[in-house]
């Protein structure tokens, strides 16, 4: 078996910044401090220089892509809608500390973002984050459509529950609000808005990804 590789997290905002050398110390420092920026390098001096740098050059920052399908595939799915909100969902672990956010397709400003959420999972996150984006743009009377990169989300919001395995606990009683809210919303709500897969494939990473694969 493969020995699994050393890991080093760099905290630019939490209750302690710095680079921690395993998960267990970062997750300290950022459970329970909402707006907690963090991310995993593979070397302590990529961590260390990272520290010392805007985390916006590393935080949702789109890799280079290409597509590997053909012209003809890449013709018949076309181009991403600009008109649109990109939601999507981090959790370090399964369960584990969750966050999720939205992001303006066209301008990739950062619309809103929740987290992070001890004990929580990718699932639920990409769920709760279609839901506050669809809240979102029936408030503002939007024509906006939404892109998930989660079929497992898109279809829990579109039988308007939340079927997540995890166990409600102390630590995610939050959470647990939040999906009831969620569900509440749905269930009390009509909308137009069309929720559409992103095809990761053809178009990269969705821009809501939070860039710490």
Known sequence: MAKKKQKYYTVWK????????????????????????????????????????????????PSPFKSELSQAELDRIGKPNPNAIAVDAASSGNPGIMEYRGVDLKTKKQLFYQGP????????????????????IKKKNSDHIIYSDSRTAMSWVKKKICNTKLEPSTENKPLFELIERAVNWLKQNTYTTKVVKWETKAWGEIPADFGRK
């Open 117 to 136: 959420f001890a004990d929580g999972t990718n699932n639920i996150g990409e769920f709760l984050a279609i839901v506050h984006a669809l809240a979102l």
């Open 14 to 61: 939490g209750h302690k910044t710095g680079v921690f050398e395993t998960w267990d110390d970062c997750k300290a420092q950022i459970k329970d401090y909402q707006g907690a920026i963090y991310k995993s390098f593979n070397s302590f001096e990529a961590a260390k220089r990272a520290l010392n740098e805007d985390f916006n050059n590393y935080i949702g920052k």
